[in-house]
C-alpha cells in the first residue's frame, strides 16, 4: 500500500535567530543522563544522552524518568516557542547526539510522553541532521506498526524549529538517522503538554 501523503509538519529555520550560539553553548553543560534497554536478553545502553524537565513520563524504556529544574535557557526557548505556536507547554525532553554515529531509530512518542492533541515542538542546536517521517498502519489485532508509503526527509537546522501537529503520532513514524558524514554535537529539545 503505497500512500502519497506529504507529512502535515511545520518548519522553521533560523527561529532562534541570532542568540542561537550562546544558547547552544549554555545547554551543552547539561548534567546528561543515558537510557538503558532490555534488547535481546541483553543491557543496552541507548545511542544517545538525554535531561527531562518539567513534569516526566512515570516511566521510559522501563525506568522512572530523573528530572532537572528548568535552566534560564530552556525557559527562554519555551517562551518563544509558546508565542510561535499558541500553547503553554510544561514538559520538555532533551536529547544529545554527541556525533554522526549517535541516532535514534523510528518510532513514534507515546501519549505518556506528549499528550496526542497538542503538537510536539522541536528546537534543534548544534550540528545539521536528517529528520525523516514515514506513515504506518497498525495490523489488525495487533499493536505492530507497518511502515507504509514513502520516507520525506528534512534537514535540521542550527537554531530552527520544527512543529508535529496534534495526531501527528498516530499517523506518522518519525527518526533521526546516522549522518553519513563528521558532524559535532546536536542538542534537540522537544517540548510537550502532559497535563490536561
Avoid at 1 to 22: C, H, Q, R, W
Avoid at 148 to 153: K, Y
Wanted: glycine share 8%; hydrophobic share 35%; with cysteine.
Amino acid at each position: 500500500m503505497e500512500l502519497a501523503i506529504e507529512p502535515p509538519v511545520k518548519y522553521t529555520a533560523n527561529f532562534l535567530g541570532e542568540d542561537v550560539s550562546s544558547i547552544y553553548t549554555k545547554m551543552s553543560v547539561l548534567p546528561w543522563d543515558r537510557h538503558s534497554a532490555n534488547m535481546y536478553g541483553k543491557k543496552i545502553d541507548m545511542p544517545r544522552f538525554f535531561v527531562w524537565m518539567g513534569i516526566p513520563p512515570l516511566k521510559l524504556y522501563g525506568a522512572p524518568v530523573p528530572t532537572i529544574e528548568w535552566t534560564p535557557e530552556a525557559i527562554d526557548v519555551r517562551e518563544r516557542v509558546q508565542k510561535a505556536t499558541g500553547v503553554l507547554y510544561d514538559s520538555l525532553n532533551i536529547n544529545m547526539y554527541r556525533d554522526e554515529n549517535d541516532y535514534l531509530g523510528w518510532h513514534i512518542d507515546p501519549e505518556d510522553e506528549g499528550r496526542w492533541d497538542y503538537p510536539i515542538a522541536s528546537v534543534t542546536l548544534g550540528a545539521e541532521r536528517q529528520f525523516q517521517m514515514r506513515q504506518y498502519i497498525k495490523n489488525e489485532g495487533s499493536s505492530k506498526k507497518v511502515p507504509v508509503g514513502d520516507i520525506h526527509s528534512i534537514t535540521l537546522g542550527h537554531g530552527s524549529l520544527l512543529l508535529m501537529p496534534p495526531g501527528f503520532q498516530a499517523g506518522w513514524l518519525h527518526r533521526a538517522p546516522k549522518s553519513n558524514k563528521k558532524c559535532i554535537r546536536r542538542i534537540n529539545l522537544t517540548f510537550r503538554r502532559m497535563a490536561p
